[in-house]
């Protein structure tokens, strides 16, 4: 079946450093994948996403390439911020149009940037 | 954001009781789902549905049902709460079966 895997954390950063967070996938087919982001108390929010091999997801700063080649698509941001601090939320989808089973899930990743 | 409500958006309850709860959506999307978030396991999808009338079971749907009956609501049904089903439930709409939006969640708590 389809699985996730991300890095749990907590992961801890000063502000302005380099985030990456490693996303892994097995998925028959060509998923789309994604990013989502939950700050406390709140709901998902879409933070990024790409359906096909080699395209690149961007919001916000962050990026994200998928790479069939090595089943990834690991988030990066170039300088965090006290307010990136969240929950973040690799995701997969293995229907496109025809199907509708739901998006698996990674564990999530808890990211705490410090001033 | 997309026009997503969940309500209630917290409950405690007894072991026993019959709880539902309820998604609304004013987007007109196709496809719905009901989640549940619990530590260690990210999101885990207990239901869902492609069309009125159409629903389908998740990964974890025993102890669950479901109703459409509408567009616009989605019912999330505990037909006997027990303990285990203590968690943050996320309902989530799609109108391409590919990228979904979250509701803010409803928080039970099964005594």
């Known amino acids: 079946g389809n699985s996730v895997t991300q890095m749990e954390g907590p992961v801890t950063l000063s502000e302005e450093a380099f985030l990456t967070i490693n996303c892994t996938y097995t998925a028959t087919g060509y998923p789309s994948l994604f990013w989502y982001v939950q700050y406390p108390g709140e709901g998902l929010q879409l933070l990024l996403k790409?359906?096909?091999?080699?395209d690149k997801g961007s919001n916000k700063g962050f990026e994200a390439t998928y790479r069939k080649e090595t089943t990834s698509f690991h988030l990066e941001k170039g300088s965090v911020q006290v307010s990136d601090s969240a929950v973040y939320f690799c995701?997969?989808?293995?229907?496109?149009?025809?199907?509708?089973?739901?998006?698996?899930f990674g564990k999530g990743t808890h990211l705490i940037i410090q001033p | 954001d997309a026009g997503i409500t969940q309500s209630p958006r917290h409950k405690v309850t007894e072991t026993g009781t019959p709880v539902t709860l309820r998604c609304h959506q004013t987007e007109n999307h196709r496809y719905m789902y009901w989640y549940r978030q619990d530590p260690g396991h990210g999101l885990r999808l207990i239901h869902y549905s492609y069309g009125v009338k159409d629903t389908d079971k998740g990964e974890v749907s025993d102890g669950y049902s479901v109703s459409r009956s509408k567009t616009e609501d989605f019912l999330l049904t505990l037909e006997s709460a027990t303990s285990s089903q203590t968690s943050v439930y996320f309902c989530?709409?799609?109108?391409?079966?590919?990228?979904?939006?979250f509701g803010p969640g409803t928080r039970l708590t099964v005594l």
């Open positions: 790409a359906t096909k091999a080699d």
């Open positions: 995701a997969l989808s293995a229907t496109s149009g025809g199907g509708a089973d739901g998006l698996t």
């Open positions: 989530a709409i799609s109108d391409t079966a590919d990228t979904q939006y």
